[in-house]
C-alpha cells in the first residue's frame, strides 16, 4: 500500500519541479520583452525629440522671417500670435494685418487723406511728439483702446478693414479687449515660453541656412562626380548599342523570349483540352 504514496510524492514533486521551471522561462521572456521594449521606447522617443525639436527650430526661423517683413520685433509677433489664437483668430491673421498696418501708417505719415481720416476717427497718432513714425506695435495698441470704446457695428468693420487690411475684420474680437487684456496675454505666452527673442530667430535662420547649404555642398558633390563620369558613360553606352547592333543579341534575346512563351501556351492549350 506504500507504492501508491510514493508515486504521488514524486508526481507532486514532478509537478512543482517543471512548474519553477516554466516560471523562470516566463521571467526571462518577460525581462527579454521590458529590454526589447525599453530598446524600442527609447529609439521612438528619441526620433520624437528631433521631430520635436526640428519644428522648434523651424517655427523660430519663421517667427523671425515674419517679423521682419511685418516689421516688428519676434519677441511681440510671438507674444501676440498666442493672443490672437486666444481671441478666435491665428497668427496668418494676424501677420497680415500687422503688415497692412505698417502700410496704413506709412500712407498716412505721407498725408493720403483715406488713412489719416480713419487714424482720425479713433484718435490714434501714427507720429511721436518729435515727429518721427511711431511703430507698427505702438499703433497697434492704441487701436485696441480705440476699438475697445468704439461699438460693434458697421463703422468698427469698415475702420479696421481700411487700416488692417481683410484680415482686420477677424482681429475685431482681439481689439475689443483693449491693450491691457491683450498685453496679460502676451505675459502668458511668456510664462508658457512662446516669446521668441530676437536672438534666438537669428541663431535659428543661420541654423537653417548652414543646412540649405550643406544640402546645396551634397548636390555640387554629386553633381560634380557625374560631370566627371559622363564622357566615359557616354562611351560605354555607346559601345553596348553598337555590340546590340552588330552582334543581333537583341533579337535572338527576343526570339528566345518569344519561342519560351510559345512554348508554355502550347502547354497550357494541352492541358486544357485533356
Known amino acids: 500500500m506504500a507504492h501508491p504514496k510514493i508515486e504521488i510524492e514524486v508526481s507532486a514533486r514532478g509537478v512543482r519541479t517543471v512548474q519553477q521551471r516554466l516560471q523562470g522561462l516566463l521571467t526571462g521572456v518577460k525581462s527579454w520583452a521590458v529590454g526589447v521594449g525599453g530598446a524600442l521606447a527609447a529609439a521612438l522617443g528619441t526620433r520624437e525629440v528631433l521631430r520635436q525639436l526640428d ?3 523651424d517655427a523660430i526661423d519663421k517667427i523671425g522671417a515674419d517679423a521682419q517683413r511685418v516689421g516688428v520685433l519676434p519677441e511681440t509677433l510671438s507674444t501676440l ?9 491665428n497668427s496668418e491673421e494676424l501677420q497680415k494685418s500687422l503688415e497692412k498696418l505698417g502700410r496704413s501708417i506709412s500712407e498716412a505719415g505721407d498725408g493720403v487723406t483715406t488713412y489719416t481720416d480713419a487714424f482720425s476717427k479713433l484718435g490714434v497718432e ?3 511728439a518729435d515727429g518721427t513714425m511711431r511703430s507698427t506695435g505702438e499703433v497697434f495698441f492704441d487701436l485696441a483702446d480705440a476699438f475697445q470704446k468704439l461699438p460693434d457695428g458697421p463703422q468698427k468693420t469698415a475702420l479696421a478693414m481700411d487700416l488692417l487690411g481683410k484680415s482686420g475684420a477677424k482681429l475685431i474680437p482681439m481689439l475689443n479687449q483693449g491693450s ?3 498685453q496679460e496675454m502676451q505675459e ?3 510664462a508658457f515660453g512662446l516669446e521668441v527673442d530676437g536672438n534666438a ?4 535662420g543661420d541654423f537653417n541656412d548652414n543646412l540649405d547649404r550643406l544640402k546645396a555642398a551634397a548636390k555640387g558633390l554629386w553633381q560634380t562626380v557625374a560631370q566627371d563620369l559622363l564622357p566615359i558613360l557616354v562611351q560605354l553606352t555607346k559601345q553596348v548599342v553598337q555590340s546590340v547592333k552588330e552582334g543581333g543579341a537583341l533579337l535572338t534575346l527576343a526570339h528566345g523570349i518569344a519561342t519560351v512563351l510559345k512554348t508554355i501556351i502550347r502547354l497550357s492549350i494541352q492541358t486544357w483540352e485533356g
Open 180 to 182: 491691457a487684456a491683450i
Open 55 to 57: 519644428g522648434a527650430v
Open 188 to 190: 502668458e505666452a511668456r
Open 126 to 128: 501714427v507720429r511721436n
Open 81 to 89: 500670435g498666442h493672443a490672437a489664437g486666444l481671441s478666435k483668430s
Open 201 to 204: 530667430a537669428k541663431a535659428a
